[in-house]
């Protein structure tokens, strides 16, 4: 009860618009600590209370993913990604239905997109974890993991040993050394479950971000306009920190660049991306952005094309029914699949 409380009193803060009649309102709250970021809603309502309603949904939903998803940590009752990967080699896990469908659509992602997005790869993701936090921690000190490392790691990374049976409901990975991370879905669809949750509740005309996972439903104010949103802009100064401005109405947005998680060793950033063909940092792009309806598919698609070279990553989202996308070279030039451009409302 006082979380709940607090939750709703520091939403109240937020809120800018008080409604006293009968034609919705713009309303705005944030809240921290959730997929260890930012969460923002902003919506229409005709009274404070009504959206206040909409936000604890939100924050309750939203928390529930984060605890089922986590996979650094313990919660009381739960058994989560850690629980699974803890338990690797050893027995089933039984688990949240959640769970268990965050699980089976990663598997399709894995084989919509050749590999390219494997929750599997954990082995070689903790590794680079360790060896960025030592170099942020003690950047004179800073160094990669060595290749035969990630090599060795890389042999216990076959998505097909996590086992899945869904009429237990339990998750077993029969490789000991395996673990899953699931960085790459799991907050878009965690994102989008809680968007459609809201909607089934008869919530509509927000716009949720979650660390900048944009998922936008219904339209603002009572003409029910298009939501504007912003891409950022990698290369701009502090003057020009947005590429584009996006109008759109019940799409998601989700970028991946290599300026978010990073560390510096002799100079060189090396990001959080890795890919799994190579076991290193992506090196193909600054950034890519999705443009598409579900959000879990458009966070995974955007670390899918970040691991594609253009003509490959270009094809791949051409052929796929309404996904569109936008690549920012090296060189900081723009390609924009072919019906991006149609969103793009202002370059101000």
Request: glycine share 6%.
């Amino acid at each position: 009860m006082k979380k709940k409380f607090f939750i709703v009193f520091i939403l109240s803060i937020a809120i800018n618009t008080t409604a006293c009649n009968i034609k919705p309102k713009k309303f705005n709250a944030s809240f921290i600590s959730l997929f260890n970021t930012v969460t923002e809603i902003t919506g229409y309502a005709n009274t404070k209370e009504d959206f206040k309603a909409l936000s604890q949904i939100i924050y309750d939903n939203l928390g529930k993913y984060h605890k089922l998803y986590d996979k650094y940590n313990e919660y009381d009752g739960i058994n989560n990604i850690k629980t699974i990967n803890d338990n690797a080699g050893i027995s089933p896990v039984k688990v949240d239905k959640a769970i268990i469908d965050l699980l089976v659509y990663s598997k399709e992602i894995y084989s919509l997109t050749n590999g390219t997005v494997n929750i599997a790869l954990g082995p070689v993701l903790e590794i680079w974890h360790d060896y960025r936090d030592d170099g942020i921690n003690n950047p004179l000190e800073s160094k990669l993991p060595p290749l035969e490392v990630l090599i060795s790691a890389n042999e216990h990374t076959d998505i097909n040993k996590v086992i899945i049976d869904i009429e237990q409901s339990t998750v077993y990975l029969e490789d000991k050394e395996m673990s899953l991370d699931v960085g790459a879905i799991a907050k878009g669809y965690a994102t989008e479950q809680v968007a459609l949750i809201a909607e089934s509740e008869g919530y509509s005309n927000f716009l949720l971000s979650v660390g900048g996972n944009i998922r936008a439903l219904g339209g603002k104010g009572n003409d029910i306009e298009t939501w504007n949103v912003g891409i950022r802009n990698p290369n701009g100064s502090d003057n020009n920190t947005t590429l584009h401005t996006l109008s759109i109405n019940d799409l998601s947005l989700v970028s991946s660049g290599d300026y978010e998680r990073y560390y510096t060793v002799s100079g060189i950033k090396y990001h959080h991306i890795i890919d799994p063909k190579t076991l290193m940092p992506s090196d193909y792009f600054t950034a890519v952005t999705i443009l598409c309806k579900d959000s879990g598919l458009a966070d995974s698609l955007s670390t899918a094309i970040f691991n594609m070279d253009l003509e490959e990553g270009f094809y791949f989202i051409e052929n796929l029914k309404d996904v569109e996308a936008l690549w920012i070279l090296k060189d900081k030039s723009i390609i924009y699949s072919s019906k991006f451009e149609e969103y793009i409302k202002s370059d101000k």
